[in-house]
């Protein structure tokens, strides 16, 4: 039975930052991607970074630079650390894993990934 539980949400201030992670149980399998999306109030699901097997990465233009993604195998868990929040990321974050990325590939809203969290929310004001 594979879960996929988010942390570390919040309410900050704009310019500050926090470190959201998915812990993961359960059988992944890891060759497959996994991401970071981000659904706010009235908006459609969006796909902000997504990695790959061999830990390539795909950002999404509003969080490039400022978002970094990482996997801890020991861990099983990913990490999301989300630096110069801007109100505009106001939103409930989700972690998913199984599904299709490319680091050419533009995240998009992850409707092919298998398995998803419950999100944290993230506030900024």
């Known amino acids: 039975h594979v879960q996929l539980v988010e942390s570390g949400g919040g309410s900050v201030q704009a310019g500050e930052s926090l470190r959201l992670s998915c812990a993961t149980s359960?059988?992944?399998?890891?060759?497959?991607?996994m991401g970071w999306f981000r659904q706010a109030p009235g908006q459609g699901r969006e796909g902000i970074v997504l990695i790959g097997a061999d830990g390539s990465t795909s950002y999404a233009d509003s969080v490039k630079g400022r978002f970094i993604v990482s996997k801890d195998y020991a861990k099983n868990t990913l990490n999301l650390q989300m630096n110069s929040l801007k109100p505009e990321d106001t939103a409930m974050y989700y972690c998913?894993?199984?599904?299709?990325?490319?680091?050419?590939?533009?995240?998009?809203?992850?409707?092919?990934?298998?398995?998803w969290g419950q999100g944290t929310q993230v506030t900024v004001s």
């Open positions: 998913a894993a199984e599904g299709s990325c490319g680091s050419a590939v533009t995240p998009g809203p992850g409707h092919d990934y298998r398995y």
């Open positions: 359960g059988y992944i399998d890891w060759r497959y991607c």
